[in-house]
């Protein structure tokens, strides 16, 4: 009766692995330099197009397309953010001109993409990797692709809190987060952090465009259909949250998959209603506990230092 | 060669419509502080209550069974009645009008709730986001609500009985009625919206946008004057919403996603904020700017073959997208700054005092 | 009130700007040409090329242009002073963009036979403007039958209605002796309406049937793919044998090869024989290695029209792949055919009047045979009512993978015959 939950989680996994690589960035530009940066899913697109245009010249040479995506996709990103949002951040503007400006980048960089893709021919195509399930469980195929994004999730996370912990350049950003003006007082180099946090940001996403790719086929409107997935993974944790967003994305991978393998099964309800599902909890989330479901860094610093204070007495 | 009239008549149509849009959006943004990023959704409930009531009025008002309105026979019923029955048709769009207007009201009421509900005014913005989302997706997929993919088809212009009456039968004269009324309710809706602005009323929208616990503080009800800009802007894009369903004749899911919300954003920041008249000159700006691109393409294919198109319909997404960043960066405000509020004590106290009448702007 | 000059100057600017394009453009041309008076016709075309169907758009246009570019050289060849010309114009794939692309097009130059759009959605957007100002609609692949509509400007000698397809499938599936089928369908008015068809013949026969809707346009379809292989684990824990079991995929493209590589990977998946759409002969899907290797193990088995034994079918797809490089996408044909359909049409009439040509059209058309394979016959609706399909499975022949045929299917007669298995 329940041979449909062990696959649907197999596939829940990966999702939230994918969904983790990609949100990742997002989460770290809201929390270092508080913008909601609605062009991040574009950086997912161009990752999985310089993947694309990389396995033409070298097939199945995914180390060398993931190295090339991080690359490109952080060399945008940091592009984007000096000619951009610097401008508008420096004078200070509101929230909503930031989101604006970010839409209006989303559009400049998908268009682009399509018109160099539209000359290329490459409109919708298939990058050249192979997919070779390596192990099954309850039928359902673990395949080398699936693999390397858990494990490409998981270092991403692991790297990710070590260099927060204790790389001088992770301690930066997180000051910036906390209070920029104090860490610009404090004689940190803002600028070198916020523009590391920009290829990072871009980077990860642009990993993540090319771990989705093999599965997919490439088209210009790649990232922007993940948009909303990815902010509503964001807004799960808490958007400034690091553990939060690993949180969201296991919510989000497992509702959309399987949540809805639930509904489908027991309540009919067709697949192509799968998208309500993260929209009605973006709803449900942002009215009944906006702040989501994770703790911010320094909120979970001084919750453990208000422990040991009470432990040591 | 080419058709002026045509074409000032299918600009000005497009332009009325996406004018009363943006000042819908100004109000509830440039003067009430609400930030409406999911303005698709009112419009396009206000298109889809106008199509689903019409198609069953004009069965009921010529004496006739209900039916499904998604079939081939309804809709060409309905097309039948619009060329040959004026009281029908003009009394289905009449009601259709008032409907959608009081529905486009009712959501603007249920809308406001997350925004007294929620802590930070983005996740309004947020919510009404991803609303116009679940809008689209259950209204494409739900045969019920709305037929489908296909939309509901069949809302012809609701003077097409003109045709026959006069002895040119041209279809210019209904396209020419239809357009004219497009324009006189985008001229009552700018005349409502710089009356509802130049008043103590403005005065408290901008109180409440600029600094709202200020405003809670001297006694003013911030959630109701919320709530009561909301109601407006969203009744008037269901308006638009009425008027655009009977001019394109199909209600279809495609033309009310968050890429169209986007583009009002654009007209609305173009003009610049608080600023009706701005209003207007951005939706101005961008229609021209959309249907001269057009225009300017197929007239160039037409007449020096071998031109290439393509460039110019990816550029004018470029252009467009390229020309809100340089606009945020250097002129954050618009193209026309925000004025005094201009009521009409106001304005009696500076003919008495004989200043000058021009705007003092803010910077 | 004074307004801020920049705003006008700015306004004017545009104004002049825009304006003295149209009207020196139109001032070039009525200058007279002072070689050979030659007569040039204009063809619209009006296809989504910016957006998630602008690969399905491009191909359009420029089997669009490839018939235009065949007409003209024949025209010169024979000395005929007659030439064709394609205007074309993004729709953006929505409602509003198909009504204002036709509009400038009307209003720049008084198009009055169009080529599209690509769906009926699109179709429905323009429907009444085209009927008031008489401009023949030609959409190639638009098969709603929301569009069966009588007495209007919008004729469709393209592609057959969703019920013939429907009809070939289900009887195909029948022959082959199935009894339990999980039908996997893109959630489109076509798709959906082949589906519905499908279903229903195959109900009517006792064959249980299990239909999955999915989105179309999503990066990734495992949840379809693994409800469709529970299903079929079902069927089979129910007692029912594989060879009684099928799987139909109706939707095509990106969307199928990512199904195709997930349920290659699937262990009742690949047990099963797979049926499909005619939109699964694409070459996209045929030189991935993957993805062919899977359809050739589950013998796909799909209704493709017969342009593969035709000769202007056979030739278009070369024309086409010499001239941009690379293969048309599926149902391009149509608009090839549509394109050839209407220059005919104008050089019958004489003119190039929208009243007149919407008489010609199913004139022309009734007596045309081209690059689909099929003989065409437009009902009261300007509908086709004829369809022959091949029915076709994959097989590997040596390193590569093609279609061959093993039956065919008769619209006339409504029946399916098939030469081997």
Known sequence: ?313 | MVDIVGFCLSFVSFFGIYAILTLSLNLEYGFGGQPNFGQALFYGMGAFVTAILTSNLLLILTHQHLENICTISSLVERETIATSNPSATLLAWAISGITSIIVGAILGFIASYPALRVKEEWYLAMVLLVAAQIFVIVFRYNTRLGCGFDGIAGISNPFSWLVSLTPINSPVIPNLVYSAIILLFTYLCFVLTERLTNSPFGRLLKSVRDDWLASSTLGKNVNKIRTQVMIIGSSMASLAGWLYVYYIGVANTEDYTSTFTFSIWVMMILGGFANNRGAVVGAFFITALDRFTLIGSTLLQAYFPGFNPNIISYSKYLLESLLLLLLLVFRPKGIMKEGVILTPAYRLFSLRMGEKKNERNYS | MAFPRVAIALLIIGLIVGVGIGFGASLAFQRPSSTQKTVTYTIGVIMPLSGTLASFGTSFVNSVKLAVNEMNANLSAIGSPIRFNVVVADDGGTPAGALSALQSMYQSYSVQVVIGPLTSAEVLGLRDYADANHIVILPPAATATSLRIANDYVLRPGQPGDQFEGSALAQTILQFGEKYVVYIYRGDTSEIGTYNITSGILKQHGVSVIGIEYTPAQSDYSNIVASASSDVANFLSNGASKSQIAVVLGGYGTEAANMFVHASTDQYLTQVRWFGIEALNDISLLSDAQVASFMAKVNLTITAPEFKTSPQGINFVKAYTQAYGSPPEPYSNYAYDNAWIAMLSILVAGTYNGQVLVKIVPLVADHYFGASGTGIYLDQYGDQTIAYYSIEKLVKIGQTYNFTIIGEYNGGTNQVSLTSK
């Open chain 1, 1 to 313: 009766m329940l041979n449909w939950l062990l696959g649907s989680i197999v596939r829940s996994i990966f999702e939230s692995g994918i969904f983790l690589m990609v949100s990742i960035g997002l989460t770290l530009t809201l929390a270092v330099v508080k913008l909601p940066n609605f062009a991040h899913a574009e950086f997912i697109t161009i990752g999985a197009y310089t993947t694309l245009i990389v396995t033409q010249f070298l097939p199945n040479n995914l180390p060398f397309a993931l190295i090339a995506s991080f690359l490109i996709s952080g060399l945008i990103a940091i592009v984007v953010h000096q000619l951009a949002y610097k401008p508008l951040i420096k004078r200070r503007s509101s929230l909503y001109i930031l989101v604006l400006a970010s839409f209006a980048v989303a559009q400049f960089l998908r268009y682009t993409v399509f018109i160099l893709a539209s000359i290329g021919g490459m409109l919708s195509a298939h990058p050249l990797i192979n997919v070779v399930p390596v192990l099954y469980i309850a039928g359902q195929a673990l395949t080398n692709i699936y693999l390397l994004t858990l494990l490409l999730a998981i270092l991403s996370a692991v790297f990710l809190s070590l260099f927060f912990k204790f790389t001088l350049t992770g301690k930066s950003m997180r000051a910036i987060s906390s209070n920029q003006v104090l860490a610009q007082l404090s004689g940190i180099n803002t600028e070198r952090a916020i523009n590391v946090m920009w290829i990072l940001a871009g980077g990860l996403a642009g990993v993540g465009g090319s771990m989705l790719s093999p599965y997919v086929t490439v088209t210009p409107a790649l990232g922007f259909n993940l948009l909303l997935e990815i902010f509503a993974v964001v807004i799960f944790g808490g958007l400034t949250s690091f553990i939060g967003t690993i949180l969201g994305s296991l919510i989000m991978g497992f509702a959309e998959n399987s949540l809805m393998d639930f509904l489908n099964i027991y309540f009919s309800v067709p697949y192509t209603y799968t998208p309500l599902i993260p929209f009605s909890l973006i709803i449900i989330v942002l009215l009944i506990k906006p702040t989501g479901f994770g703790l911010s860094y320094s909120v979970s610093r001084a919750l453990k230092q208000r422990l040991i204070r009470t432990q040591s007495r």
